[in-house]
């Protein structure tokens, strides 16, 4: 078993001066901490990878492809992999846990 906490990762995270901190890597799978301020800039191109968005904290809007949905705690949006997505207006820091299927390279 591997367990985590997010106050930790958080706290590593900031450390490294990264908006991303890879926590996970399994033969399947990666899970990640992202994090982008109020009123930042998303800089994400689109991956090679499915993703997964669990939204930790905060609030924003996510357009993936041609559709925008408003996110907040406790979202959980699917991302395919070569779409293009961003986050955007984001009006609360966002503290998301990314699942990259398969892992992120």
């Known amino acids: 078993m591997k367990a985590f906490r997010l106050d930790e990762l958080e706290a ?5 001066d990264g908006a991303y901190l ?6 399947n799978m990666s899970v990640g901490l992202y994090a982008l301020d109020a009123g930042g800039h998303d800089p994400q191109n689109p991956h090679r990878q499915d993703e997964v968005y669990f939204v930790v904290s905060g609030r924003a ?9 408003e996110v907040a705690r406790g979202s959980v949006v699917y991302v ?3 779409v293009a ?21």
């Open 12 to 16: 590593e995270r900031a450390a490294n």
């Open 22 to 27: 890879q926590f996970l890597r399994e033969r």
């Open 61 to 69: 809007s996510l357009t993936v492809g041609l559709e925008t949905t």
């Open 80 to 82: 395919p992999a070569g």
């Open 85 to 105: 997505h961003k986050f955007h207006h984001i009006s609360e820091d966002l503290r998301v846990l990314v699942v990259f299927s398969p892992p992120e390279a």
